[in-house]
């Protein structure tokens, strides 16, 4: 399924970016943008809400709809590895890679097959507050936990936030690719805040690869029709003897190192940033 309109600009920005080696940079070109204070108001108006008995009410429609979603997306998605998450008990910081707004969809189908009623916590950005229509419903009031460029706030009430989720036992999804490169095979160099979080507060890094196969079957003009592959890879712990800041880097790099080889072996070549159209799973643009 393929949301959005005419995907060639975006295919464009993904080369231009992969040529700057600007891994982690902006690509969509129909994100609105908004002022400093109008992300304030948009968080604060939010937060506000979460305390409310009409926010449980709706967390409560909306986890139902996001549950009936993601059996219907995931019909044919299959997971995995998931026996190298034996040894993992209680909340844990999950990270993948970041091509399409429903791929968190397969992380909660991966989740819920390891645990039915496990509770999946997704780290967005807080201007998605702003989205109208039944996905700004769901932005709003599914297990979200929002990311702003207020220092204050993440310093404060972001950290509480994920601290409180992780210490019930519920999983976190954070991106650390940060912004989406639609149907983007490979995966990206990461940013450290899911590995200084991990460190930080000791919990583990639940390592993921979706792997996209392209399927014979049209989707629309551009592309044709994609099934995933949820790759769960070997754990990431936390060294309790090295400081938060030498786990955060030992962390990341090993989650990059088993990206990479998930990548290589999933579609047996090398990982290599040289961009190519068949980087763009079932891209029929070109």
């Known amino acids: 399924m393929?949301?959005?309109?005419?995907?060639?600009?975006?295919?464009?920005?993904?080369?231009?970016?992969?040529?700057?080696?600007?891994?982690?940079?902006?690509?969509?070109?129909?994100?609105p943008s908004y002022s400093t204070q109008e992300r304030e108001q948009v968080l604060a108006t939010y937060l506000k809400t979460t305390s409310t008995w009409r926010y449980?009410?709706?967390?409560?429609?909306?986890?139902?709809?996001?549950?009936?979603?993601?059996?219907?997306?995931?019909?044919?998605?299959?997971?995995?590895?998931l026996d190298n998450l034996a040894s993992v008990h209680g909340g844990a910081i999950i990270t993948s890679n970041h091509f399409n707004p429903l791929e968190n969809t397969v992380i909660r189908h991966m989740v819920h097959q390891?645990?039915?009623?496990?509770?999946?916590?997704?780290?967005?950005?807080?201007?998605?507050?702003?989205?109208?229509?039944?996905?700004?419903?769901?932005?709003?009031?599914?297990?979200?936990?929002?990311?702003?460029?207020?220092?204050?706030y993440m310093g404060r009430q972001f950290t509480t936030q994920l601290e409180t989720a992780l210490a019930h036992g519920?999983?976190?999804l954070i991106y650390p690719e940060e912004e989406m490169w639609f149907n983007y095979r490979k995966p990206r160099p990461l940013k450290r805040g899911a590995y200084y979080y991990a460190a930080?507060?000791?919990?583990?890094?639940?390592?993921?690869?979706?792997?996209?196969v392209d399927e014979p079957r049209v989707d629309n003009a551009?592309?044709?029709?994609?099934r995933w592959i949820c790759h769960v890879l070997p754990v990431i712990y936390p060294d309790?003897?090295?400081?938060?800041?030498?786990?955060?880097?030992?962390?990341?790099?090993?989650?990059?190192?088993?990206?990479?080889?998930?990548?290589?072996?999933?579609?047996?070549?090398?990982?290599?940033?040289?961009?190519?159209?068949?980087?763009?799973?079932g891209w029929r643009g070109h």
């Open 222 to 226: 551009e592309f044709n029709q994609v």
């Open 240 to 281: 309790p003897k090295l400081s938060v800041r030498a786990n955060s880097f030992a962390m990341i790099r090993k989650d990059y190192a088993q990206k990479q080889q998930a990548y290589e072996q999933a579609y047996q070549q090398a990982l290599t940033y040289d961009f190519s159209p068949q980087d763009i799973a």
């Open 200 to 212: 930080s507060l000791q919990v583990p890094i639940i390592s993921c690869f979706v792997e996209i």
């Open 56 to 81: 449980r009410e709706r967390n409560l429609v909306a986890r139902g709809v996001a549950n009936i979603a993601t059996g219907w997306f995931n019909r044919q998605t299959q997971v995995v590895g």
């Open 170 to 172: 519920d999983d976190v």
């Open 2 to 31: 393929i949301i959005g309109g005419d995907k060639g600009p975006v295919v464009a920005n993904i080369q231009a970016a992969v040529q700057a080696k600007r891994f982690n940079q902006k690509v969509e070109v129909d994100d």
């Open 114 to 152: 390891r645990h039915q009623h496990q509770r999946l916590y997704i780290v967005c950005e807080d201007t998605n507050y702003a989205m109208t229509g039944p996905i700004g419903f769901l932005m709003r009031n599914y297990d979200t936990i929002p990311v702003s460029p207020n220092l204050r």
